[in-house]
């Protein structure tokens, strides 16, 4: 408040009061007139100087955005056509895909696109819902980790499992299994304990074999010491998802046609 | 009677040789006004209460914008040219308003 209170007080120069104490009023010679006179058209000038920029910087700045303005919608137009272009791209893929007369070809492509997971499957097999220890809150043992999880998918595929999905995310030769955190995320996203894997394969050898296998050993040994649940069951029918698209997309491989 | 002449004659000037300011000198531009304007009303206030002084006013415009000037080069080159601009324009204006007043004083007598 002081600061403020000092500006009012102080607001003309204090050197008007000490001149004029001085010398009892000032005195006015021509040349101090002049003085005054070009200092005040110094200022007339500066104000008119500064008004004429701004009124020349206006539009340039209006301008400006105005082209920016066009330029954006223009990228945007660009962008929609190229959307609307994909579209009918892909369109046109799926119509020449299904208009192909080789049938061992179209059996080819079929074929791959269950083993890449680009398609919903079905078919007998195995579903195991494992879970985490009662007592996990108490006891960190006790809780599912992504490794467990790995392990298991590992001893599925191992076991003849043809296709593979973790609480209904289809996992593909590009899908991860890992911890973020609390969570395990599979395709990305996270999942919620009890897991239900499902597994389409020969449902008379496929849950035997896996028993057998390091991996189906190893989860014995957790449900046995760590409480773990691991129950399977075989099923005749089991509905499998596809993969998401980031999950089957390839952007850098290519294939070597000249290989074989 | 002269320091009309000497408005008109800069509101002239100004008009007619339409001087575009060099690019690295536009910032202190809008600073230098406010000072200037603030120096001006400090001349008025003195003026009505007679104690207007020639060499006063021509010593206190000049110092004024340059000072400010100074300011906001200084306040560029440290990086708070912003915050400097801002600060000048506030002292400035409460003495422009202060000033504004005392001058309505002298003038309205109210």
Known sequence: ?260 | MIALLGLVAGVTVGLLLQPTVPVPLQPYLPIAVVAALDAVFGALRAYLEGRFDDKVFVISFVSNVLIAAVIVYIGDQLGVGGQLSTGVVVVLGIRIFANAAAIRRHIFHA
């Open chain 1, 1 to 260: 408040m002081e600061l403020l209170q000092n500006l009012v007080e102080h607001s003309m120069d204090d050197d008007y009061y000490a001149v004029a104490g001085r010398q009892g009023g000032g005195r006015s010679t021509t040349a101090s007139q002049v003085a005054v006179m070009t200092v005040l058209a110094l200022f007339a000038t500066l104000v008119v100087v500064a008004a004429v920029q701004t009124r020349i910087a206006l539009p340039a700045s209006q301008n400006e955005r105005a082209a920016l303005i066009v330029q954006v919608n223009e990228e945007k137009d660009i962008v929609s056509e190229r959307q609307a272009a994909l579209a009918t791209l892909q369109r046109d893929v799926a119509a020449l895909q299904e208009t192909t007369t080789d049938a061992t070809l179209s059996g080819v492509i079929e074929q791959q696109q269950v083993v890449a997971g680009s398609v919903p499957v079905a078919g007998p097999g195995v579903r195991i819902i494992v879970d985490n220890a009662d007592d996990a809150d108490r006891d960190s043992r006790g809780r599912v980790l992504d490794s467990d999880l790995q392990l298991l998918v590992n001893g599925l595929w191992f076991s003849g499992a043809e296709a593979v999905a973790i609480n209904e995310h289809r996992l593909t030769s590009l899908s991860s299994i890992r911890s973020a955190g609390e969570a395990i995320t599979v395709n990305y996203r996270s999942l919620t304990p009890p897991y239900a894997v499902t597994a389409v394969g020969d449902p008379r050898t496929l849950q035997a074999r896996f028993l057998e296998t390091p991996a189906g050993l190893t989860w014995a040994n957790l449900e046995a010491n760590f409480g773990l649940r691991f129950d399977a069951n075989v099923r005749a029918d089991l509905q499998l998802p596809a993969a998401p698209e980031s999950r089957t997309a390839i952007r850098y491989a290519t294939p070597v046609r000249d290989a074989s």
